[in-house]
């Protein structure tokens, strides 16, 4: 592998929109912002939102109802 041609590989710290900071590492630069982590992730947080699906369709069904009546 030649040296000079290989980005510089170095521990970067990471600071998510919800506060929280960690480090890792990375060619990228110094600082990563970054919208969603671990920590405030539904799907880790376990906090899921389900969405009304039924209520959608049943909304789609009531608006074009008059036109498969005709």
Known sequence: ?????????????????????????????DKLNIEVCDKCHPFYTGKQKLVDTGGRVQKFRDRYKTRTDK
């Open 1 to 29: 592998m030649k040296s000079s041609i290989h980005p510089e590989y170095k521990i970067v710290k990471v600071t998510c929109s919800c506060g929280n900071i960690f480090e890792t590492r990375s060619t990228l630069g």
